[in-house]
């Protein structure tokens, strides 16, 4: 049974800094596509940040390019997201999301609808 499993949400001041951390369980190691996504309500899911199982290649939406990181760590089952600089339009709940399929142009494959598999959810907040 997969699992994911964030953590490392919370509140902070605009301009600092937060990591994400997702801990996988439950699939085989392989060429699976990693992905984080944020949502806020009333809105659609939007991907964050995502990384190709096939080509460890990695997108990114415009408003966190530069300053987010998505890193794999397939040794300790783990991906985690540094999020720098953070702004109040960063505020959102955060989910990890996972899909068994290379996905060698990951940019096509950005959209939620894709990946199988999800985390709960961490809360970010960015406030003064």
């Known amino acids: 049974q997969v699992q994911l499993v964030e953590s490392g949400g919370g509140l902070v001041r605009p301009g600092n800094s937060l990591t994400l951390s997702c801990a996988t369980s439950?699939?085989?190691?392989?060429?699976?596509?990693i992905g984080w996504f944020r949502q806020v309500p009333g809105k659609e899911r939007e991907a964050v940040s995502c990384?190709?199982?096939?080509?460890?290649?990695?997108y990114y939406t415009a408003s966190v390019q530069g300053r987010f990181t998505i890193t794999r760590d397939d040794a300790k089952d783990t991906v985690i997201l540094p999020m720098n600089n953070l702004q109040p339009e960063d505020t959102a709940v955060y989910y990890c999301?996972?899909?068994?399929?290379?996905?060698?142009?990951?940019?096509?494959?950005?959209?939620?609808?894709?990946?199988?598999?999800w985390g709960q959810g961490t809360q970010v907040t960015v406030s003064s």
């Open positions: 439950g699939f085989r190691h392989g060429q699976y596509s």
């Open positions: 999301a996972e899909d068994p399929r290379a996905f060698d142009n990951i940019p096509k494959y950005r959209r939620s609808y894709y990946f199988q598999h």
């Open positions: 990384s190709s199982g096939g080509t460890r290649d990695a």
